[in-house]
């Protein structure tokens, strides 16, 4: 149950992973230091022995920063890194009224000066949803809403054209934080799990279990694993709506993410990137995107009550929930297991300096306080 870095060696990063193992990428690829890493990795002995399984351990990426954790803050490194280069002076992004990428990006972007402003699509109602949406008011982002019959991309681009016209031109933050540069953040991890088990920290792992929702961290330690040369089978659990999460957008990512690498750096390996590298579980996910399942939080409950771990009902207990059913069924037996925790741990409350009620919000988000909670496969 110990949380483990390894030996002194391990120090703390005031660089990243890419670009020691890529020296000429460092004076061309964007960054901004806003993380801590690498973030420890613990033995889940309390869960795993129940499970028959010896070698189950978890990625603590839910302690990315001291602030604030969870797997946005590597792809903002690379992203807001990009922001500065460029001398933009405000942020644009998409996600659903609940999203912990726009709550990351609003954030961080503040943090550095910057402006943020956000279209919010729809979700099902949760606490942690709301609880979200009013840090995301309390920390200034502009909140614009989807919601209804207007194209998605006709709301972003008369949004953009508002800020243009008061002589602002926003940098677009993909959703999820998914683009090929922000994926780099989950390249930079996968190289980072890799010079943890060169140190000892853990075995090589067989598998990697990660949430995958926009794609972003699924694909870069897919491609973090074939760039240390490790062995490593990265499964993603489908989070998200199958339409935009399938490997087909999987492996599309990943080509134009080691596009980018290779325009900066041709001395990186050509990587053989086939379908078989890109596998997403589909049975875990539910009834839709923000819903919970009774084995996800039943598997939340296992990981904080034998673990001391912090999951959520809509990215990690799902993704804990296919270990466990794995394991379960003998598939994971004599296997050296990665959970990667992908869920901020940090107190929300810290983020500012007062809750907002939810009557403050623009009207068009009242409705996200008025309905029923989504429960567990409604």
Not at 92 to 117: C, D, P, Y
Not at 209 to 229: D, I, R
Not at 354 to 370: D, G, I, V
């Amino acid at each position: 149950m110990s949380l483990a870095q390894g030996d002194a060696s391990l120090r703390a990063l005031e660089t990243r992973p890419l670009f020691d193992k890529f020296p000429a990428l460092k004076n061309k690829i964007p960054w901004v230091k806003l993380g801590e890493f690498p973030t420890p990795i613990q033995k889940l002995t309390r869960l795993g022995e129940p499970l028959g399984l010896s070698e189950l351990y978890c990625k603590r990426d839910d302690l990315t920063s001291a602030e604030y954790g969870g797997n946005k803050v590597r792809n903002l490194e690379f992203i807001l890194g990009d922001v500065k280069r460029l001398g933009r002076k405000s942020v644009l992004t998409l996600g659903t009224w609940g999203s912990n990428q726009i709550m990351a990006t609003a954030f961080f972007a503040k943090k550095l000066g910057m402006k943020s402003v956000c279209v919010m699509l729809p979700q099902a109602a949760q606490e942690y949803a709301r609880k979200n949406l009013l840090i995301v008011w309390g920390l200034g982002c502009e909140l614009n809403s989807a919601k209804g019959n207007t194209p998605v991309a006709f709301k972003l681009g008369s949004v953009y054209f508002r800020r243009w016209l008061k002589r602002e031109r926003p940098y677009f933050v993909w959703p999820g934080g998914s683009s090929p540069l922000g994926t780099l953040g989950y390249v930079n991890a996968g190289l980072e799990i890799a010079d943890q088990v060169r140190q000892g920290v853990m075995p090589e792992p067989d598998f990697i279990f990660c949430a995958a929702g926009s794609l972003g961290t699924f694909v870069g330690l897919v491609l973090g694993m074939k760039l240390a040369g490790l062995k490593t089978k990265v499964l993603g659990v489908r989070v998200y709506d199958q339409f935009a999460a399938n490997s087909y957008m999987a492996r599309r990512l990943a080509q134009n993410t080691l596009k980018l690498l290779k325009t900066n750096d041709p001395s990186i390996p050509e990587l053989r990137l086939n379908a078989s590298d890109f596998v997403l579980l589909h049975n875990y996910f539910g009834k839709e995107y923000a819903a919970p399942t009774k084995t996800g939080l039943e598997a939340i409950a296992l990981a904080k009550n034998l673990e001391g771990l912090k999951l959520d009902g809509t990215y990690t207990g799902k993704t804990l929930s296919a270990i466990i059913d794995w394991a379960r069924k003998s598939e994971l037996k004599n296997k050296v297991t990665l959970f990667h925790n992908s869920y901020n741990s940090r107190p929300l409350e810290n983020l500012v300096p007062a809750f907002p009620s939810w009557q403050e919000l623009p009207k068009p988000f009242h409705h996200c306080f008025t309905g029923e909670i989504l429960g567990p496969d409604d």
